[in-house]
T-cell receptor
Framework: DSGVTQTPKHLITATGQRVTLRCSPR?????VYWYQQSLDQGLQFLIH???????AKGNILERFSAQQFPDLHSELNLSSLELGDSALYFC???????????????FGPGTRLTVL | AQTVTQSQPEMSVQEAETVTLSCTYD???????LFWYKQPPSRQMILVIR??????QNATENRFSVNFQKAAKSFSLKISDSQLGDAAMYFC???????????FGKGTRLHILP
């Protein structure tokens, strides 16, 4: 158990809909990262939040957005869903300091999104 | 741009034997971090081992060890005494610095033969 929690585990929805994925980082971790794992694209970085502020964006579609709340949990919002958005979405947390385990990202169990 | 390459999409090893998974990466940085993550059928991403580039000594974690060749930009994972529970997809990963994203290779699926 990494200490990172994600809900829900599975999500089935229809095209055009909007969903919200939730992530709670490990206790003490200020950074949350979101990744998408699909069969054709592999594991891709989406976005990074640190202590409530957006720090970096990767290959995140404009239909997707995220935020990190004062209690450090994060939500990834996916809207106008398309078939191609079906994937496993991971969040990872890290303390993000130099050296030792501070540079390691610990992953949650993921949310499997199926768009029909 | 940094890239991570795993040239072996699939590998098989007999239980109790030793297997080595290959990984190469490309970066112009001198300090960075390398990882191996394991993804079993449950799809959980589990950290296996990490290596800081400034450390010359190869990291080891029980039956798992790495061969880090900085000049060659190579980072292979050796699994000794393979067990059935080692069957999984293994991802080699690179991180430039804290507060930076992880870049993953495409993975190597490891089969353990009883």
């Amino acid at each position: 158990d990494s200490g990172v929690t994600q809900t829900p585990k599975h999500l089935i929805t229809a095209t055009g809909q909007r969903v919200t994925l939730r992530c709670s980082p490990r206790s003490g971790d200020l950074s949350v990262y979101w990744y998408q794992q699909s069969l054709d694209q592999g594991l891709q970085f989406l976005i990074h939040y640190y202590n409530g502020e957006e720090r970096a964006k990767g290959n995140i579609l404009e239909r997707f957005s995220a935020q990190q709340f004062p209690d450090l949990h994060s939500e990834l919002n996916l809207s106008s869903l398309e078939l191609g958005d079906s994937a496993l979405y991971f969040c990872a947390s890290s303390v993000d300091y130099q050296g030792g385990s501070g540079n390691t990202q610990y992953f949650g169990p993921g949310t499997r999104l199926t768009v029909l | 741009a940094q890239t991570v390459t795993q040239s072996q999409p699939e590998m098989s090893v007999q239980e109790a034997e030793t297997v080595t998974l290959s990984c190469t990466y490309d970066t112009s940085e001198s300090d960075y971090y390398l990882f191996w993550y394991k993804q079993p059928p449950s799809r959980q991403m589990i950290l296996v081992i990490r290596q800081e580039a400034y450390k010359q000594q190869n990291a080891t974690e029980n039956r798992f060890s790495v061969n880090f060749q900085k000049a060659a930009k190579s980072f292979s994972l050796k699994i000794s005494d393979s067990q059935l529970g080692d069957a999984a997809m293994y991802f080699c990963a690179y991180r430039r610095a804290p507060h930076d994203k992880i870049i993953f290779g495409k993975g190597t699926r490891l089969h353990i033969l009883p």
